[in-house]
């Protein structure tokens, strides 16, 4: 897989964040990236077309947040890669997204370098 045909999803709530988030993935590449504003949405897309390479997910959204996307997404598709973003750092936060089926966790306030090291990581 080369990034030039990767899909993403960016579920986010903060229009500007999820701005950050696709000029950081575009710096890598990427142009194919779609992008929902909470968790319903992002789960309507997902039940449309699940053929998204990788999802980055905020964990803290109005409607239905990353935690509850995650564990409805999983219910039909296991083969995506899915980063959960979050300002929850707690040891149980974390198991808990894991359990959930993240794939992988990151910390906000984040880098552009961190998040662009995190996608190549997790897609290759």
Known sequence: MTLDTVRILVVEDDE???EWIELALQGLGINSITKAPDG???????????????IICDWLMPEMDGLTFLKRFRENVSSSMFLLLTAKSGLED???????GATNYLVKPLTVEELQQQVVSMLH
């Not at 974390?94 to 959930?100: D, G, K, N, P």
Request: aromatic fraction near 12%.
């Open 16 to 18: 500007d964040y999820a």
């Open 94 to 100: 974390v198991f808990e997204a894991t359990q959930a």
């Open 40 to 54: 319903v949405s992002a789960l309507n897309l997902t039940e449309s077309d699940a053929a998204f390479d990788l």
